[in-house]
C-alpha cells in the first residue's frame, strides 16, 4: 500500500511517500525550486517520491494532507471578526489565496497529481505528533507537540501506544510559546519562520535582563504547562506584523532594523525570551509525564527544533529516553500524515525499531558516481577520481581546508547530517569566523554544529546519549570563555573552539558506523591524522538559499564562495584545479546572483 503525504502553504512545503508503513521517500519543495522555505504545492516533491518509489499516481492508495483547512479557515474568520476593524488589511491579503486556492484542495491535489482516489485530513498538531512517535524506537511513549499554530491548536499533549496515537489535552491560538519566540525574532530584526535560529544563536551573547518583563507582562506561565499570552503586546492576530506600540513601549524602543548592528539590549532580549522558552518546554514535558506516567517522550512541531531547550529537557526532564523528530516543522508534517493514514486510519499495526524509523534522515534524493561524473564531463570540469576518500579528504581538512562535502541522499529537514555539509577543522580559532563570512555568508556571531564519532562523544561533550540529528545542545568539556557580549567571540579556551559557543556549548551530531558509513569514515580518517573525532559541520548553502540537492547545486555553491575543495561522490575538486578562471564572489555578487535578500 503506497500513501503520499503532503505539506504545503504555510513554510516548508513537502512531500513524503510511505509503502506499508516503510519510509521510502521524503523531501522539502525548496530543495527543487531552490527558494528557501518555499511554501508551494509540492509539485517537484511529489514528482521526486513518486519516480524514487517506482510507482505512478495511479498506484497510491491514500494521500494525506498534513492538516485541514476548512478549520484553519475557521480560525482565520473568528480571528478577524473578534479584530474587526483591526486585521482588515491582513484580511484583504490572506483571502483571495484562501478563496482561489486552498478552500480547494481536493480538486487541486486531483487536478495535479490526476487522482481520485481516498485523500485525508489529519489535523495539524496530530501529524506532528505521528512524525514523533511513529518511527519512534518507543512502543508507548508521551508526546508533546507546539510550534505557531495549526488549526486552532499551538500546544498538544498526548500518548502514544502500540499504532495508536491520542491527543487529550490541547493549547489554542492566540496563546502559542512559537509565536511568542517568533514575536522576538522579529523585534530582534530577524524574519520569522527562518531567523529562529539566530536568535537562540545570540542568547548566550546576552544576559536575561528581560525575563521579568516578559513573566509579568507578557505570558502567564502556570505550572501545568498552560498560558496565556497578553494580546495587548502583540499584532500577529490583527496585522501583517508581529509586535506594535505596547511592545515597543515595553521593551523601551522600536525593532531594531534588520541590518543595523545588533546591541547589548538585542542580545539580553534573545537570551530572556529563551529562558522563558526552556521554563515553558520544563513544565509542559513534566504535565506530560504526570498525565501519561510514560518514562519516554516524543516531540514535534517547530518548537522542538530549539535544540538549547531539547538539552535542557533531556537534563532535568522528567523522561528517561526523549526522540525528536528531525523534520520537527512542517515539513515533518507530511511524514506524519501519511503515518497517520496508515496506522490510523488503515489501522495497521507497528513495530518499532531500533535507533528508529528515519533512516537517519537520509530520505532526499542519491546521484551516484555515474551521475557525478557525468556532470563533471559536461561541464568540463578538472577533477581527481579519489582511490581512497576518507584519507585523502581528512589530508585536505587536516591542512586547514573547507570542503564541500556531497555523498548519498539528501537529508530531510532544516540539518545537514553529513550528506550535504561544509566541512572543517574545528581546531582552528579562525575557522569559525572564516566560514561564516567568507563561505556561508551569515552573521559572524552564528555557531558552527560538531559531527563526532558516536563512540568518542563522552570525550569531548558533556552529552553521554546518541545524537545523531543535531538537536540537543550540551557542554564542551574543558572549554572557558571569558568576556561579555560579541567580545566573547574573541576569548573562547577550547581544545575545539570553532564549535564551542559562547556558553561553552555546541549543538552534537553524533556519527555512527551504522547510521552514515561514509561519513563515520571521514571522521575516523581524520582522527587517525590529527587525534581528533570532530568536524565542523554546517549546511552545504550560503546563507538564505536552501541546502543543496544536485551535483549542479553544490558545484555552484563551491565555485562562488571560498571553500577550497568539493567532494562529489568519490571526485575531488579544488579551486587549485580550476585555477584562475574561478573566483568566488563577495555577499553582494552572491545575494545578486542568487536571488537572495
Known amino acids: 500500500?503506497?500513501?503520499?503525504?503532503?505539506?504545503?502553504?504555510?513554510?516548508?512545503?513537502?512531500?513524503?511517500?510511505?509503502?506499508?508503513?516503510?519510509?521510502?521517500?521524503?523531501?522539502?519543495?525548496?530543495?527543487?525550486?531552490?527558494?528557501?522555505?518555499?511554501?508551494?504545492?509540492?509539485?517537484?516533491?511529489?514528482?521526486?517520491?513518486?519516480?524514487?518509489?517506482?510507482?505512478?499516481?495511479?498506484?497510491?492508495?491514500?494521500?494525506?494532507?498534513?492538516?485541514?483547512?476548512?478549520?484553519?479557515?475557521?480560525?482565520?474568520?473568528?480571528?478577524?471578526?473578534?479584530?474587526?476593524?483591526?486585521?482588515?488589511?491582513?484580511?484583504l491579503e490572506s483571502m483571495p489565496l484562501w478563496l482561489k486556492r486552498k478552500l480547494w484542495i481536493p480538486d487541486l491535489v486531483a487536478k495535479e497529481l490526476d487522482y481520485d482516489g481516498p485523500l485525508l485530513f489529519p489535523e495539524h498538531h496530530l501529524s506532528h505528533a505521528a512524525s514523533a512517535f511513529y518511527p519512534s524506537p518507543f512502543e508507548s511513549a508521551a508526546i508533546v507537540t507546539t510550534d505557531g499554530v495549526g488549526e486552532w491548536a499551538t500546544t498538544s499533549i498526548g500518548r502514544g501506544q502500540g499504532h495508536r496515537v491520542e491527543l487529550t489535552h490541547e493549547q489554542h491560538f492566540p496563546h502559542s510559546l512559537g509565536l511568542l519566540y517568533s514575536a522576538f525574532t522579529y523585534y530582534?530584526?530577524?524574519?520569522?519562520?527562518?531567523?529562529?535560529?539566530?536568535?537562540?544563536?545570540?542568547?548566550?551573547?546576552?544576559?536575561?535582563?528581560?525575563?521579568?518583563?516578559?513573566?509579568?507582562?507578557?505570558?502567564?506561565?502556570?505550572?501545568?504547562?498552560?498560558?496565556?499570552?497578553?494580546?495587548?503586546?502583540?499584532?500577529?492576530?490583527?496585522?501583517?506584523?508581529?509586535?506594535?506600540?505596547?511592545?515597543d513601549k515595553l521593551f523601551e524602543g522600536p525593532r531594531r532594523d534588520p541590518e543595523s548592528a545588533l546591541t547589548q539590549r538585542d542580545m539580553d532580549l534573545a537570551r530572556s525570551v529563551q529562558v522563558v522558552i526552556e521554563d515553558a518546554m520544563l513544565r509542559l514535558t513534566r504535565q506530560a509525564h504526570e498525565l501519561t506516567g510514560e518514562r519516554s517522550l516524543c516531540l514535534a512541531g517547530g518548537v522542538a527544533l530549539n535544540c538549547v531547550a531539547n538539552g535542557r529537557l533531556l537534563r532535568e526532564g522528567p523522561f528517561d529516553n526523549i526522540w525528536i523528530q528531525p523534520a520537527a516543522g512542517d515539513?515533518?508534517?507530511?511524514?506524519?500524515?501519511?503515518?497517520?493514514?496508515?496506522?490510523?486510519?488503515?489501522?495497521?499495526?507497528?513495530?518499532?525499531?531500533?535507533?528508529d524509523a528515519m533512516s537517519g534522515a537520509y530520505l532526499g534524493p542519491e546521484f551516484g558516481d555515474e551521475e557525478c561524473r557525468a556532470f563533471i564531463t559536461a561541464k568540463g570540469i578538472?577533477?581527481?577520481?579519489?582511490?581512497?576518500?576518507?584519507?585523502?579528504?581528512?589530508?585536505?581538512?587536516?591542512?586547514?581546508?573547507?570542503?564541500?562535502?556531497?555523498?548519498?541522499?539528501?537529508?530531510?529537514?532544516?540539518?545537514?547530517?553529513?550528506?550535504?555539509?561544509?566541512?572543517?577543522?574545528?581546531?582552528?580559532?579562525?575557522?569559525?569566523?572564516?566560514?561564516?563570512?567568507?563561505?556561508?555568508?551569515?552573521?559572524?556571531?552564528?555557531?558552527?554544529?560538531?559531527?563526532?564519532?558516536?563512540?568518542?562523544?563522552?570525550?569531548?561533550?558533556?552529552?553521554?546519549?546518541?545524537?545523531?540529528?543535531?538537536?540537543?545542545?550540551?557542554?564542551?568539556?574543558?572549554?572557558?570563555?571569558?568576556?561579555?557580549?560579541?567580545?566573547?567571540?574573541?576569548h573562547i579556551d577550547s581544545p575545539i573552539p570553532a564549535v564551542t559557543h559562547v556558553d561553552g556549548s555546541a549543538r552534537i551530531q553524533t556519527v555512527s558506523a551504522e547510521g552514515n558509513p561514509a561519513y563515520h569514515a571521514l571522521l575516523k580518517a581524520f582522527e587517525k591524522r590529527t587525534g581528533c573525532p570532530v568536524l565542523v559541520n554546517t549546511s552545504f548553502n550560503v546563507r538564505g538559499e536552501p541546502i543543496v540537492c544536485t551535483p549542479e547545486d553544490a558545484y555552484r555553491c563551491f565555485r562562488d564562495t571560498h571553500m577550497d575543495a568539493l567532494v562529489l561522490g568519490n571526485y575531488l575538486v579544488t579551486k587549485e584545479m580550476l585555477g584562475e578562471e574561478v573566483q568566488a564572489l563577495d555577499a553582494e555578487e552572491i545575494a545578486a546572483r542568487y536571488g537572495l535578500d
Open 1 to 91: 500500500m503506497n500513501i503520499l503525504g503532503i505539506s504545503c502553504w504555510y513554510h516548508d512545503a513537502a512531500a513524503c511517500l510511505i509503502r506499508d508503513g516503510r519510509i521510502i521517500a521524503a523531501a522539502q519543495e525548496e530543495r527543487f525550486t531552490r527558494r528557501k522555505h518555499d511554501p508551494s504545492f509540492p509539485t517537484n516533491a511529489i514528482d521526486w517520491c513518486l519516480r524514487e518509489a517506482g510507482i505512478k499516481t495511479a498506484d497510491l492508495d491514500a494521500v494525506a494532507f498534513y492538516d485541514k483547512p476548512f478549520l484553519t479557515f475557521e480560525r482565520l474568520l473568528e480571528t478577524y471578526v473578534s479584530f474587526a476593524p483591526r486585521g482588515l488589511r491582513s484580511f
Open 188 to 247: 530582534c530584526g530577524f524574519r520569522v519562520n527562518s531567523g529562529e535560529y539566530k536568535l537562540m544563536g545570540l542568547a548566550p551573547y546576552g544576559e536575561p535582563t528581560f525575563e521579568g518583563r516578559i513573566r509579568d507582562h507578557l505570558i502567564d506561565l502556570r505550572d501545568d504547562g498552560s498560558f496565556r499570552l497578553n494580546m495587548d503586546y502583540f499584532t500577529f492576530a490583527r496585522g501583517l506584523t508581529m509586535t506594535g506600540r505596547a511592545f
Open 331 to 355: 515539513a515533518g508534517g507530511a511524514l506524519g500524515a501519511a503515518l497517520a493514514a496508515w496506522h490510523g486510519y488503515h489501522d495497521k499495526p507497528r513495530t518499532p525499531v531500533a535507533p
Open 382 to 490: 578538472p577533477s581527481e577520481r579519489m582511490h581512497d576518500r576518507s584519507d585523502r579528504v581528512a589530508e585536505l581538512l587536516a591542512s586547514g581546508s573547507v570542503v564541500g562535502w556531497f555523498q548519498g541522499r539528501m537529508e530531510f529537514g532544516p540539518r545537514a547530517l553529513g550528506n550535504r555539509s561544509i566541512l572543517a577543522d574545528p581546531r582552528g580559532r579562525e575557522v569559525q569566523k572564516r566560514v561564516n563570512v567568507k563561505i556561508k555568508f551569515r552573521e559572524s556571531f552564528r555557531p558552527f554544529a560538531p559531527s563526532v564519532l558516536e563512540e568518542r562523544v563522552a570525550d569531548y561533550f558533556h552529552l553521554d546519549s546518541p545524537s545523531p540529528y543535531m538537536l540537543l545542545v550540551d557542554g564542551v568539556r574543558d572549554a572557558v570563555i571569558e568576556g561579555k557580549g560579541l567580545d566573547r567571540l574573541k
